[in-house]
């Protein structure tokens, strides 16, 4: 994602992690989860993630990151058997239960830098998933 595209603002993937259902009333588990990178045209500023309920215009799940992580290149996410490259990739995972009152529902990732001058890639993100499972 580029730098200047998420600088003090969220936004999806190009490829955005987006599950949208037609849902019956009850209660339901929300799960996601992602991995994401900083890079090191993102500069030192905060990473941030989030689940966006977008239906309901609310936040269900959110990660701030100010600790003094790795930036890794803005070509790729480093592997598991990448054992030298650089990069810290954080994991960004929950679970929240969710009361539906019924009909189409919408939740979303998105990903925002503090601040980014950036027209590189700044912030990667892999592995997205999001999950609704009912309960009742």
Do not use: K
Request: no cysteine.
């Amino acid at each position: 994602m580029v730098g200047t595209t998420i600088s003090g603002t969220f936004q999806a993937t190009p490829t955005p992690a987006v599950l949208t259902i037609s849902a019956a009333p009850g209660t339901y588990l929300l799960t996601w989860y992602a991995e994401v990178m900083r890079t090191t045209a993102g500069g030192g500023g905060l990473i941030f993630a989030r689940v966006r309920d977008v239906t309901a215009a609310a936040t269900r799940g959110f990660l701030r990151d100010g600790s003094g992580v790795d930036n890794g290149s803005p070509a790729a996410m480093p592997t598991d058997t990448d054992l030298f490259l650089a990069g810290d990739v954080l994991p960004f995972s929950g679970s929240l239960a969710v009361v539906l009152p019924g009909g189409p529902q919408t939740y979303r990732l998105e990903y925002a830098l503090s601040t980014s001058a950036s027209a590189l890639e700044a912030l990667r993100a892999r592995r997205q998933r999001l999950t609704l499972v009912r309960l009742e």
